[in-house]
């Protein structure tokens, strides 16, 4: 075998998995199909690791790479198309080339979920973004919506904020948000517009956004909002299709059920971070990475004192 170890996605669980693989004798290679950091680099700033009191997300995770970089092969715009299992070994197929390895961590992940409404798919880049991050400069001196009640969608807002957007409208189709006290409060800080218990039912223009269209989930009375950008913020969904080509067992909700030790039903394969569900955060995802990477030496035959 070329590798022991196959760590698929290169977020927070995939880079602290490497580190510890390595440290542990494990010949390891990490595989993303982009150049990695996974959504976290999308955090205008993360105030909730230990050691950091604030840190934009892409420094973070940029930080992570470099630190792993040091122990395991990296391949990086290298995706895993398929994974078949041959005896007590598994032969992955990349968009690039084929390896053999005695085991496999899954760390893909989640991708964000979408409205399904109109106007959403065909404005697409047209003013309609998944990331206040990346899409938030054009958007200077211009009237903004983010769509959701969580505490990414308030960080967004809070992050559209600050590069200055000329107002910024955060709108939840329940009666309360779903986000930490401290980020919804420093959003009232902030004059950020809170809208409760608006659905949004359409997103309009020609060739760039205008408006969205909205319906009061109580009244039932629609309106409509004049704003240049639509952040959409309303959730993820896990990337499990690895896992379901290995039949891992899922969940209702299609997250990887795993043990204590990141095992899953499937002897050799191991999953962790959000692609396991539960309290998705960076500091958990890392402890995840950490355990699936000890617990990997049984299944390659090695011995670690846990």
Same mark, same amino acid.
């Given at each position: 075998?070329?590798?022991?170890?196959?760590?698929?996605?290169?977020?927070?669980?995939?880079? #602290?998995?490497?580190?510890?693989?390595?440290? #542990?004798?494990?010949?390891?290679?990490?595989? $993303?199909?982009?150049?990695?950091?996974?959504?976290?680099?999308?955090?205008?700033?993360?105030?909730?690791?230990?050691?950091?009191?604030?840190?934009?997300?892409?420094?973070?995770?940029?930080?992570?790479?470099?630190?792993?970089?040091?122990?395991?092969?990296?391949?990086?715009?290298?995706?895993?198309?398929?994974?078949?299992?041959?005896?007590?070994?598994? !032969?992955?197929?990349? =968009?690039?080339?084929?390896?053999? &390895?005695?085991?496999? !961590?899954?760390?893909?992940?989640?991708?964000? !979920?979408?409205?399904? @409404?109109?106007?959403?798919?065909?404005? !697409?880049?047209?003013?309609?973004?998944?990331?206040?991050?990346?899409?938030?400069?054009?958007?200077?001196?211009?009237?903004?919506?983010?769509?959701?009640?969580? #505490?990414?969608? &308030?960080?967004?807002?809070?992050?559209?904020?600050?590069?200055?957007?000329?107002? &910024?409208?955060? @709108?939840?189709?329940?009666?309360?948000?779903?986000?930490?006290?401290?980020?919804?409060?420093?959003?009232?800080?902030?004059?950020?517009? @809170?809208?409760?218990?608006?659905?949004?039912?359409?997103?309009?223009?020609? $060739? @760039?956004?205008?408006?969205?269209?909205?319906?009061?989930?109580?009244?039932?009375?629609?309106? #409509?909002?004049?704003?240049?950008?639509?952040?959409?913020?309303?959730?993820?969904?896990?990337?499990?299709?690895?896992?379901?080509?290995?039949?891992?067992?899922?969940?209702?909700?299609?997250?990887?059920?795993?043990?204590?030790?990141?095992?899953?039903?499937?002897?050799?394969?191991?999953?962790?971070? $959000?692609?396991?569900?539960?309290?998705?955060?960076? &500091?958990?995802?890392?402890?995840?990475?950490?355990?699936?990477?000890? =617990?990997?030496?049984?299944?390659?035959?090695?011995?670690?004192?846990?």
């Amino acid at each position: 075998m070329e590798y022991e170890l196959a760590i698929i996605g290169a977020g927070p669980a995939g880079f #602290s998995a490497s580190i510890y693989a390595a440290r #542990s004798g494990i010949k390891a290679a990490l595989f $993303d199909r982009g150049d990695g950091g996974g959504r976290a680099v999308l955090s205008p700033k993360v105030e909730n690791y230990a050691g950091f009191e604030s840190i934009p997300g892409s420094e973070l995770m940029a930080k992570m790479k470099q630190h792993a970089s040091k122990y395991v092969t990296t391949h990086y715009y290298e995706e895993i198309k398929t994974i078949t299992k041959e005896g007590k070994q598994f !032969l992955l197929t990349t =968009s690039k080339a084929q390896y053999t &390895v005695g085991a496999i !961590l899954l760390c893909t992940g989640t991708e964000h !979920l979408t409205l399904d @409404i109109p106007g959403e798919k065909e404005l !697409l880049g047209k003013g309609v973004s998944y990331c206040a991050n990346c899409d938030g400069f054009f958007f200077r001196n211009k009237p903004v919506a983010v769509i959701g009640g969580g #505490s990414t969608a &308030v960080m967004e807002a809070l992050f559209l904020k600050q590069i200055g957007c000329k107002d &910024v409208y955060l @709108i939840h189709r329940r009666n309360q948000l779903r986000a930490e006290k401290v980020y919804e409060q420093e959003a009232s800080e902030k004059h950020i517009t @809170i809208m409760l218990n608006k659905e949004i039912e359409k997103i309009t223009g020609t $060739d @760039i956004v205008e408006a969205i269209q909205l319906k009061d989930t109580v009244t039932k009375k629609q309106s #409509s909002l004049p704003v240049s950008g639509v952040f959409v913020s309303v959730g993820w969904t896990p990337q499990n299709d690895l896992a379901k080509q290995l039949k891992v067992t899922l969940d209702k909700d299609g997250y990887v059920v795993v043990d204590r030790m990141q095992k899953t039903n499937v002897p050799g394969v191991f999953a962790a971070g $959000d692609l396991t569900g539960g309290i998705r955060q960076i &500091v958990t995802a890392c402890a995840q990475g950490a355990v699936a990477a000890l =617990s990997s030496t049984e299944a390659l035959g090695k011995k670690y004192p846990y």
